[in-house]
């Protein structure tokens, strides 16, 4: 079995909201209200690699 969530991330210029409307709407079909969004903890990241390659990612470097 495997587990799938929600991914994407934020376009330039879009703030954090619209991107979680954008993607919940793009990846389910669901509608987002604005006002019923809340903060609800964090998100730890790891994320192999040095600055550097990800840097040369970012360009298509790599």
């Known amino acids: 079995m495997t587990e799938n969530c929600l991914g994407g991330?934020?376009?330039?210029?879009e703030?954090?909201?619209?991107?979680?409307?954008?993607?919940v709407l793009e990846e389910?079909?669901?509608c987002i209200?604005?006002?019923s969004i809340q903060e609800y903890g964090q998100v730890h990241r790891i994320q192999k690699g040095?600055?550097?390659?990800?840097?040369q990612?970012?360009?298509g470097l790599q």
């Open 57 to 59: 990612q970012n360009l």
């Open 50 to 55: 040095t600055k550097e390659d990800r840097e």
């Open 33 to 35: 209200i604005r006002d």
């Open 9 to 13: 991330g934020i376009e330039t210029g």
């Open 28 to 30: 389910t079909g669901l």
């Open 15 to 23: 703030c954090m909201q619209d991107a979680l409307i954008r993607e």
